[in-house]
């Protein structure tokens, strides 16, 4: 069975880090970006099975990466997991309307994190 | 007629004779009249002075302010009434005056009155000349003008405070973002921390012994614990900056419940502590915002197992009432001291006994639980006994949605409240509907295909260009209901529907020969206590209402009517007050005492017309604290009582009264529920 593809797009690089690792220890093949752009650039190129967003990313923000990957046909079927520190109703209701498939706030429970994952990669099928 | 305006015109006449008036006082006796009339009549001070600067003549005010007669003052200088300063300055003013041969006009000062008290005057000279134009002296006016000038630096002051709370404000939603904005801050780092920690306890980068885990797991709990207090910080710097939103949906409330149950009753258990759920048989759904008020029912459940020794028991129970649905937290806990219950719910408090024990988190839980309860429309309170246990209850308004509203329209509501298209619910509900259909002479299934057909045909007349389409979402033949969805319109067109509906649903029965059908439209109303934002919010997007049709109403009205009640308190004591409603249900009403919830009091109740005062038992259903606005006044409760076992014959005489009180409850737009 091939691993699924996981990009993680994500400034804090010890979260990077850490996130990778569990990732990886579950069996995942993670793919990193650190700023919005190369997100973008990346989710484009190598396809990924699923993508983690940090909201607040350098050069372009998460909810604009989400809103151009979702309005594109080729890649809406992508799912997207929103990953920030902001907590506050708007914010998850705009995620909500950029497409996002699920919010998940930081601080977080790896285990919900892996499970939300999981999830999502079963629909995917 | 004619003779009226003659001697209107001849009265005139006379009046604009002035001519005549003129001769009459030409005479200089008459001018010096005048002119000593106004010199002894005006409040002002007046005074005449020669070069010298002595008082050739004053008026009467002059020398009352003096405390001597007029006469007394001709000669006297200001050296010889004020004080030396003040005279000096006096001097140098007539000496400008009557050199340079200016006016000094409107100069404000202030002086110091006899009494010591300071006032304010207003002061203009003018010199005096003889015929030759040589100066001979002045002359002149001083108004005390204190009055004026107070109101101004009143107004001035309270400019200044405006500006102040303007001020405050500022730096009170400055102090807001800054605490949103830092404990935001923390939480990414917070977050690398706690993911760091979580990698090293799973083992993730190589085995880690039991001992180093142990630690792990503590700075995990504290990393938790720290998170709290971060949450903490940006709900109340939320709610102070009145960002707090709520988002409202119609929830099925013993799920809600059911939902976190598994949760605290492992958390129970840890502790030997008995949890257990008191829950009503029948579905309860109300409109809240779901996720607040779990976070409140998490914090009074995670309190009472925090300050409940082992052993304990924790019940948590739900009362519907009329209006409100009551949620209790009841815990045979440590308790809450009699001086710490008054400010139980204000912030950062910091109790004498019960946080002491075991003092974690900053004490915002409960003032954050207050807020977000009030913002739901509901009310909190707490009874307490220090060493016997601890009972938190808060009220929810109820919406009479029970029941009426399936899962299946909850679902479509909340989907249409989702992507924010505001809804209308018209409900049409039989009242009764086991006996209706019993003089019904035709098939349940007929009767609601013919309801349905009776509403869309209403509906497509009402329709003007480019109306949405109705949606009927419930026909439930066997319970008589039948709801209408369909996309918010204006309320006196929604209104104004119902009304066409109802006749025309009238028209329906009374052609099918079912008479005394009695249809009653009602809206739902919201208690006033919800505040203006919410209930706008609230109303923004979603309207119910029900149409009934039966025999009788099924739920009680409130209606707001002031009668003498008594309740006899604990020892015998008789308190007397008045009603703020009644109902065939109970009554609300103000008290100073503070009864507990659910106790069971005799009450006398002295209703108009009646020789004997009803008695009855009555219980405690919610309490709502008021605050003390007078300075005497006590610390004063309003009560709701719900009426128990009420004798048939009491129960006639209320209803009886209570439709004698509420002359439109049965006509079209009677208030069906609050």
Not at chain 2, 51 to 68: I, P, S, W
Not at chain 2, 91 to 111: F, N, Q
Not at chain 2, 271 to 298: H, M, T, W
């Given at each position: 069975m091939n691993k699924k593809k996981i990009l993680l797009v994500e400034d804090e690089k010890v979260l990077m880090e850490t996130v990778t690792l569990r990732l990886e220890a579950n069996g995942y093949e993670v793919i990193s970006a650190y700023d919005g752009f190369k997100g973008l650039e990346k989710a484009k190129k190598e396809k990924p099975d699923l993508i983690i967003l940090d909201l607040m990313l350098p050069k372009m923000d998460g909810y604009k990466v989400c809103g151009l990957l979702k309005a594109d046909t080729r890649y809406n079927k992508i799912p997207i997991i929103m990953f920030t520190a902001r907590a506050q109703e708007s914010d998850k209701k705009m995620g909500k309307e950029m497409g996002a498939d699920a919010y998940i706030t930081k601080p977080f429970e790896p285990q919900a994190l892996l499970e939300k994952i999981s999830e999502l990669l079963r629909n995917e099928k | 007629m004619k003779n009226k305006t003659k001697t209107k015109i001849s009265k005139i006449k006379s009046m604009t004779d002035y001519k005549g008036l003129e001769n009459k006082y030409k005479d200089p006796t008459y001018k010096y009249r005048f002119l000593s009339y106004?010199?002894?009549?005006?409040?002002?001070?007046?005074?005449?002075?020669?070069?010298?600067?002595?008082?050739?003549?004053?008026?009467?005010?002059?020398?009352?302010?003096?405390?001597?007669?007029?006469?007394?003052?001709?000669?006297?200088?200001?050296?010889?009434?004020?004080?030396?300063?003040?005279?000096?300055?006096?001097?140098?003013?007539?000496?400008?005056?009557?050199?340079?041969?200016?006016?000094?006009?409107?100069?404000?000062?202030?002086?110091?009155?006899?009494?010591?008290?300071?006032?304010?005057?207003?002061?203009?000279?003018?010199?005096?000349?003889?015929?030759?134009?040589?100066?001979?002296?002045?002359?002149?006016?001083t108004r005390d003008i204190t009055r004026r000038i107070r109101f101004e630096h009143l107004k001035e002051e309270k400019a200044r405070m405006e500006k102040k709370l303007e001020t405050l404000e500022e730096l009170n939603k400055m102090k807001s973002e800054f605490v949103s904005a830092v404990s935001h801050e923390l939480?990414?780092?917070?977050?690398?921390?706690?993911?760091?920690?979580?990698?090293?306890?799973?083992?993730?980068?190589?085995?880690?012994?039991?001992?180093?885990?142990?630690?792990?797991?503590?700075?995990?709990?504290?990393?938790?614990?720290?998170?709290?207090?971060?949450?903490?910080?940006?709900?109340?710097?939320?709610?102070?900056?009145?960002?707090?939103?709520?988002?409202?949906?119609?929830?099925?409330?013993?799920?809600?419940?059911?939902?976190?149950?598994?949760?605290?009753?492992?958390?129970?258990?840890?502790?030997?502590?008995?949890?257990?759920?008191?829950?009503?048989?029948?579905?309860?759904?109300?409109?809240?915002?779901?996720?607040?008020?779990?976070?409140?029912?998490?914090?009074?459940i995670n309190n009472a197992i925090k300050f409940t020794e082992q052993n304990g028991k924790i019940k948590v129970e739900v009362k519907i009432f009329e209006t409100k649905v009551r949620v209790g937290i009841i815990d045979t806990g440590i308790g809450i001291a009699k001086q710490d219950l008054p400010k139980i719910f204000n912030k950062f408090v910091q109790l004498s006994t019960r946080f002491q024990a075991e003092r974690k988190g900053i004490g915002l839980g409960l003032s954050i639980a207050k807020e977000l309860v009030e913002k739901n429309g509901g009310e909190i309170w707490v009874e307490s006994e220090l060493g016997v246990g601890t009972k938190f209850y808060f009220t929810l308004p109820r919406f009479y949605t029970d029941k009426v509203l399936s899962k299946d329209i909850r679902d479509k509501i909340n989907n249409l409240l989702e992507k924010n298209i505001p809804v209308y619910l018209i409900n049409l509900l039989i009242v009764n509907y086991t006996e209706f259909k019993k003089r019904l002479n035709i098939e349940p299934r007929k009767l609601f295909e013919d309801l349905r057909a009776v509403i869309e045909e209403t509906f497509k007349r009402f329709c003007y260009a480019g109306r949405k389409e109705l949606q009927i979402v419930l026909q439930d033949y066997a319970g008589g209901e039948l709801g209408i969805l369909f996309s918010k319109i204006k309320e006196e067109e929604a209104t104004k529907f119902c009304n066409l509906v109802k006749d025309r649903i009238k028209k329906y029965f009374t052609k099918n020969r079912l008479e005394n059908v009695f249809i009653n439209l009602g809206v739902l109303s919201y208690p006033s206590k919800f505040h203006a934002i919410t209930t706008q919010q609230f109303l923004a997007?979603?309207?119910?209402?029900?149409?009934?049709?039966?025999?009788?109403?099924?739920?009680?009205?409130?209606?707001?009517?002031?009668?003498?009640?008594?309740?006899?308190?604990?020892g015998n004591q008789i308190e007397s007050s008045q009603t703020i409603d009644i109902s065939e249900g109970g009554v609300c009403l103000m008290t100073k005492r503070k009864l507990a919830t659910d106790a069971q009091i005799q009450t006398k109740l002295k209703l108009p017309k009646e020789k004997e005062p009803l008695c009855f038992r009555a219980r405690v259903a919610w309490i709502k604290y008021i605050e003390e606005v007078s300075e005497i006044g006590a610390d004063k409760y309003r009560l709701g009582l719900e009426f128990i076992n009420l004798k048939n014959r009491d129960k006639k005489i209320i209803s009886k009264f209570i439709k004698s009180i509420s002359p439109s409850i049965h006509k079209s737009m009677g208030s069906f529920a609050r």
């Open positions: - | 106004l010199m002894n009549h005006i409040p002002d001070v007046i005074y005449f002075k020669d070069t010298e600067g002595r008082f050739v003549m004053v008026n009467q005010t002059h020398a009352k302010c003096q405390g001597l007669k007029p006469e007394d003052l001709i000669g006297k200088t200001d050296t010889d009434l004020f004080p030396k300063k003040r005279a000096e300055m006096i001097t140098k003013d007539d000496l400008y005056v009557m050199k340079t041969g200016k006016p000094i006009i409107d100069k404000i000062e202030s002086a110091v009155r006899g009494d010591g008290t300071y006032n304010y005057v207003s002061t203009t000279k003018v010199p005096m000349c003889d015929d030759k134009g040589k100066i001979i002296g002045l002359m002149g006016i939480r990414t780092p917070l977050a690398i921390i706690k993911d760091v920690i979580m990698l090293l306890i799973d083992g993730i980068v190589g085995p880690i012994k039991e001992k180093q885990k142990d630690l792990l797991m503590k700075a995990k709990d504290n990393i938790a614990r720290l998170n709290n207090i971060i949450d903490e910080l940006l709900d109340i710097s939320r709610i102070e900056s009145g960002k707090i939103k709520m988002h409202y949906s119609l929830i099925n409330f013993n799920d809600l419940l059911m939902d976190s149950s598994v949760f605290f009753k492992k958390l129970a258990e840890e502790k030997d502590i008995d949890l257990g759920y008191n829950l009503p048989r029948s579905q309860i759904n109300i409109f809240i915002d779901a996720e607040r008020i779990n976070q409140v029912i998490a914090n009074l997007n979603v309207s119910i209402k029900k149409i009934c049709i039966g025999s009788e109403i099924r739920h009680f009205s409130r209606i707001p009517y002031r009668i003498d009640i008594e309740i006899l308190l604990p």
